[in-house]
């Protein structure tokens, strides 16, 4: 059974850095396209990057040059590295997984989802 679950989320102080983990079994990563999307209160879910299978990544155009995705096939986990967060990047951040296709950042293309992992950016 596929199964997703992300990690390393928490509270940081504007300008600090997390790196968030999305831990895969079930399934071998590097055959999918993975994501990474988040979701603030009263806010749409939305792509923050996704990385496919040949290593492609993309990434939304807010979190360009800050934020870094990246795959570790013997550990079976993607990695989102944050750097120079914001308060507006406070939300719950979520893994999936797109079983096919082209790595865009839309929610609807994505098949399996973890729970999530807050993170939370406040002074």
């Known amino acids: 059974q596929l199964h997703l679950v992300e990690s390393g989320g928490g509270l940081v102080q504007p300008g600090g850095s997390l790196r968030l983990s999305c831990a895969a079994s079930?399934?071998?990563?590097?055959?999918?396209?993975i994501g990474w999307f988040r979701q603030a209160p009263g806010k749409e879910r939305e792509g923050v990057s996704c990385i496919s299978s040949s290593g492609a990544t993309n990434y939304a155009e807010s979190v360009k040059g800050r934020f870094t995705i990246s795959r570790d096939n013997a550990k079976n986990t993607v990695f989102l590295q944050m750097n120079s967060l914001k308060p507006e990047d406070t939300a719950v951040y979520y893994c999936a997984v797109r079983r096919s296709g082209l790595p865009f950042l839309d929610a609807i293309l994505y098949d399996y989802w973890g729970q999530g992992t807050q993170v939370t950016v406040s002074s």
């Open positions: 079930g399934f071998t990563l590097n055959t999918y396209t």
